[in-house]
């Protein structure tokens, strides 16, 4: 559907044309008609689909000019996602004049007040940080229009449902409110029934989860061998731009540091990291000065950086709803996108349990051989020859050229030459990274009836790729054990959501 077709004004469409968009995301034909219309409307969408201008579009062609209140407020789990929202309202904001604030931990509080005060129409934030503003009476919501809870999931496992009703509350009854939400646990089914007046749905369907665009393979391998198999995959399946991820803090270091080792222009984000290094490693990332982001969950949460050919889960996800938001990273846009992931023996079941999620199998996928590796590293050279012949600047070359050729013969100065402009075998240089401690291994059901998040049930890449076979595995796993006990994984996901507190500021040490 055309974005014409949907209701919006001159401005907002001489934007959208402006960005490059002319056929409108499922999700924002549906949804951008319904918020004009003043309804309340649940999203589920994952990161890639567009729903940030699904939201944004209306909310600003909603907004009275003449009212010097807070109309709308955008609720984010991450002060990267809060950043990249704000942006997107000033994109498709630009003729209008729409006066937005971003407020978020790990930035100057003075600032943001002083931002407040210049009566913004629109604020984005991140729910700790919009707490401190209320409590200082620097916030107000009583004119508040429309309220956005976006990521509602990610939100959830980052502990922040309480703050989010805390500041629910503060806002009038009769708001529109809009959810959007990649899964829709209990927790965000509850939110949707105590603070929504008969809201619209427009659902993704799960066979959707992970997109169609997006080739989705696992590695079998023990955990000593994980890196090296990593480092020969990029010889052979040539990523542009890649993302992994690692289960926590010290992986992402130590992985980052190996790839360094190896030659490879690579650098990583987590929370302990200071707001001005995280934001200077994504836009090293977004402009191409690197080729690989290593990230923690926390870290790469709602981030939106168009380009990303592989996705690589270095460790595989403590829960399926990662998984989703991980790969969700790649195969934007119509775009066709590689996502591998690596499993240790003992996790095979959170394999199936990721598959029973998303509805999809994952195609195995065999360690790259030595020659394999090889090859791959010959067909980058060559491809660098073939641009250098391309380009035809060489004339001036071409006396020596012809004085080489005197001393050696053409095939000889052929190979010597793919030898110099081919990378060398990364697996030569040692590298060895710490084990981390195995998931938990322990029986269940995997029909999603225990305590996994509330009672849940599951509801071209270009020329030189390297892929497996296809999995012959069955598509029922109905009595297969089942790692996600609601006690084991809220032990486990204790860490994720220290890492994530720990890297926001405010009065009760969160963001």
Do not use: C, W
Request: glycine fraction near 8%; charge should be positive.
């Amino acid at each position: 559907m055309k974005f014409k077709e949907l209701g919006l004004d001159h401005d907002l469409l001489k934007a959208v044309t402006r960005a490059g968009f002319e056929e409108a995301t499922p999700i924002q034909a549906e949804t951008i008609p319904l918020v004009l219309q003043g309804k309340d409307v649940i999203g589920q969408a994952q990161t890639g689909t567009g729903k940030t201008a699904a939201f944004a579009l209306p909310i600003m062609q909603n907004i009275d000019f003449a009212d010097r209140n807070v109309q709308a407020l955008v609720i984010s789990p991450t002060r990267e996602l809060a950043v990249q929202t704000q942006e997107e309202f000033y994109r498709l904001g630009k003729d209008k004049n729409v006066k937005v604030q971003a407020v978020y931990g790990g930035a100057d509080m003075r600032r943001q007040i002083k931002g407040l005060a210049d009566h913004p129409q629109i604020v984005v934030g991140t729910p700790g940080r919009l707490l401190d503003h209320l409590n200082r009476h620097t916030l107000k919501l009583g004119n508040l229009k429309t309220l956005v809870l976006d990521e509602a999931d990610e939100m959830l496992d980052m502990g922040f449902i309480e703050d989010i009703e805390s500041i629910v509350k503060t806002a009038p009854e009769g708001r529109q409110t809009l959810l959007f939400s990649a899964t829709m646990p209990a927790p965000i089914m509850r939110l949707t029934t105590n603070f929504m007046h008969e809201p619209v749905t427009v659902k993704i369907k799960s066979k959707e989860l992970t997109a169609d665009t997006v080739e989705q393979y696992y590695v079998r391998s023990k955990e000593f061998e994980k890196f090296d198999i990593m480092t020969r995959l990029f010889d052979v399946q040539s990523p542009e731009l890649a993302l992994i991820f690692g289960r926590t803090k010290r992986r992402v270091d130590e992985l980052t540091k190996g790839l360094k080792a190896r030659g490879y222009k690579a650098e990583g984000i987590h929370g302990d990291l200071t707001q001005q290094k995280r934001m200077s490693v994504l836009k090293q990332f977004k402009s191409g000065e690197l080729d690989f982001l290593v990230a923690t969950d926390v870290a790469a949460r709602g981030l939106d950086i168009s380009g990303v050919t592989h996705v690589y889960n270095f460790d595989i996800p403590q829960d399926p709803d990662s998984y989703v938001h991980r790969v969700g990273r790649t195969g934007r846009a119509g775009k066709s996108g590689v996502a591998v992931t690596f499993v240790t023996p003992n996790e095979v079941d959170y394999l199936r349990t990721i598959e029973d999620l998303t509805k999809k199998r994952m195609m195995p996928l065999k360690p790259p051989t030595e020659e394999e590796a090889f090859m791959g590293q010959v067909s980058t050279g060559l491809s660098t020859i073939k641009e250098q012949v391309e380009n035809d600047d060489s004339d001036k070359y071409e006396p020596m050229a012809e004085s080489l050729l005197e001393q050696y013969t053409p095939v000889q100065l052929v190979a010597a030459y793919l030898k110099a402009v081919s990378p060398d075998d990364a697996s030569t240089v040692p590298v060895k990274l710490t084990p981390e401690r195995p998931l938990p291994h322990h029986g269940g059901h995997s029909n999603y009836r225990g305590g996994y998040k509330g009672n849940r049930r599951s509801d071209n890449r270009r020329g030189n790729d390297y892929r497996g076979g296809r999995s012959n595995a069955s598509t029922s796993h109905g009595n297969s054990s089942h790692p996600y006990d609601n006690a084991r994984r809220q032990d486990a996901k204790r860490k994720d959501r220290q890492e994530a507190k720990r890297s926001f500021d405010g009065r009760k040490k969160r963001y």
